[in-house]
Structure formats: structure tokens, C-alpha cells
């Protein structure tokens, strides 16, 4: 298999992290979306990542169907994520906050660095919806005991904000507050201290803007 994308992407990476933790070999392509927009086209017409080139030559597109793929793969017994059921209804709805979460904040990189003309309006938007979302999570990994949100075993959810948390201290610098929202704080320590985590990363460097 090979992943098209660059680890400063939370998306990128939480599939990387995926397919590191299920044991799949894969061929990583650091493209950039920007730079290297016209060797993705060929395999992603939207010229988006992560896109994942299987072994028989199917390309899949969007993180969460790239997931999916991975999940039916392995099997519902090693599957980080419930088959069905409110647990795997609850799991999908972190997902998708963390990964809405993380579109925020890529967006109001875009406007900082794409756009003479910022909308201040658009910007307080992101921010408020950036905050909303870590609320919310914040109030949902605080009230788990569990060493991971879903119980004992790391699961996609856990993945997804752990990768969103560091793709936003990085490209936003002072919008995360440890103190806060402690509980995701710890949450994002506990990820990154994973082997996987450490070994698949990117420093986002912020243009100037």
C-alpha cells in the first residue's frame, strides 16, 4: 500500500498511526497538497489527503473511509472501534468532532496565509467552534476512567484526538490552554508517548502570514 500525504496532517497521520498499530506495511509519499499537487491528482482528482493506493491498485480518499477499509481488514475482534451499537455511534461522534475540530483549525490556517484580506468574522467563527468542540470533549474524557476513551485498548477516537490536539498547539499556538481542559491535556501526553505516536510525526511549521 502506499500513503499519499505529509504527518503534519492530523488526517495523514492518524491514518499512519492506524496502519503502523495494525500491522500493515505501506510505502508513505510526503506530497504536499500545495507543492506536490499535481503528482496527487492522478490518484485523488480532488488533489486531497490522506489517499491510500491499496495493493491491487483501488485508491480510497477521506480518512474515516480509509478507516473503514482498515477495520474490515483486520477483523472485528482487532478493529479499534465498535462493529455497531452505541458504543460504536458514540465512537463515531468523537471521531467526528476531533476530525470537524481539526478542519477549524486548518481553516483558519488558510485564512491567515492564503488571504490578503482576512475575515475577521470568519476567523472568531473557527476560534468559537474550535473552543465549543474542546469543551465538549473535554467534558467527555474527563468523565472516563478508563485509560483510553472506550476502555482498555487504544481506538480511533483516542487516535483522532491525539492527533487534532497537536496539529492545533502547533499551527495555533495559545489556543490550547492545558489548564482548561486538563483532561485532554493528559489524554494528548498519553499519545504521544506511544511508540507509533513518536515514530510517525511531523512538526507543523506555521507559515508567516
Not at 75 to 102: D, E, P
Amino acid at each position: 500500500m502506499i500513503l499519499i500525504g505529509q504527518y503534519d496532517s492530523p488526517f495523514v497521520r492518524r491514518v499512519a498511526i492506524a496502519l503502523r498499530l495494525y500491522g500493515f506495511a505501506f510505502e508513505h509519499r510526503p506530497w504536499s497538497i500545495f507543492g506536490d499537487a499535481d503528482k496527487i491528482a492522478p490518484f485523488n482528482p480532488l488533489r486531497r489527503v490522506p489517499t491510500l493506493v491499496l495493493d491491487d491498485g483501488e485508491v480510497l480518499i477521506e480518512s474515516w473511509a480509509i478507516l473503514d477499509h482498515l477495520d474490515e481488514c483486520v477483523g472485528k475482534g482487532k478493529a479499534m472501534i465498535a462493529s455497531a451499537g452505541a458504543v460504536r455511534r458514540r465512537a463515531l461522534k468523537t471521531c467526528a468532532l476531533a476530525t470537524g475540530l481539526g478542519d477549524k483549525a486548518v481553516s483558519l490556517v488558510y485564512e491567515r496565509v492564503l488571504h490578503a484580506e482576512r475575515s475577521d468574522l470568519w476567523m472568531e467563527r473557527c476560534r468559537t467552534q474550535i473552543s465549543g468542540v474542546l469543551d465538549a470533549l473535554e467534558a467527555e474524557r474527563g468523565n472516563i476512567k478508563s485509560p483510553w476513551w472506550f476502555g482498555e485498548r487504544i481506538g480511533h477516537a483516542d487516535i483522532a484526538v491525539g492527533c487534532v490536539l497537536r496539529f492545533t498547539k502547533e499551527a495555533h499556538p495559545g489556543v490550547f490552554d492545558a489548564g482548561r481542559w486538563p483532561a485532554l491535556a493528559v489524554h494528548a501526553e498519553a499519545c504521544e508517548d506511544l511508540p507509533a505516536f513518536c515514530e510517525i510525526v511531523q512538526p507543523f511549521l506555521a507559515p508567516e502570514g
